[in-house]
Nanobody, 129 residues
Framework: VQLQASGGGLVQPGGFLRLSCAAS????????IGWFRQAPGKEREGVAC??????????DDSVKGRFTISVSRDNGKNTINLQMNRLRTEDTAVYYC?????????????????????WGQGTLVTVSS
């Protein structure tokens, strides 16, 4: 399994960024895949999940209505995207794409890092004026 994240950077509050995760080495329809983030001094938290096999999605309450997760396929390559709009300073963190579970959680706050089998490298998102 390989997960290659990209797209982080510096953005002003209210701005937007799009993160991408190139996924390979497993059948995407069999798994849930998503994004976690970890801010300095805080635990890693799950923010968004998508399971192409059953169509389920998950968003933490802190990002609901601002972030959108999606899957795109191009020339046989799968990419998991996270469109982040109306960014806030509290969104500043290292973001990780992650594979694990068969379906996404239902309730906010229940996408746990302990359930993840494979992690991509992190990409830093800094929201600051």
């Amino acid at each position: 399994v390989q997960l290659q994240a990209s797209g982080g950077g510096l953005v002003q509050p209210g701005g937007f960024l799009r993160l991408s995760c190139a996924a390979s080495g497993f059948t995407l329809s069999y798994y849930a895949i998503g994004w976690f983030r970890q801010a300095p001094g805080k635990e890693r938290e799950g923010v968004a999940c998508i399971a192409p096999g059953d169509g389920s999605t998950y968003y933490d309450d802190s990002v609901k209505g601002r972030f959108t997760i999606s899957v795109s396929r191009d020339n046989g390559k799968n990419t998991i995207n996270l469109q982040m709009n109306r960014l806030r300073t509290e969104d500043t963190a290292v973001y990780y794409c992650a594979q694990g579970l068969r379906t996404c959680p239902v309730h906010s706050g229940t996408y746990y890092s302990a359930a993840i089998d494979n992690w991509g490298q992190g990409t830093l998102v800094t929201v600051s004026s």
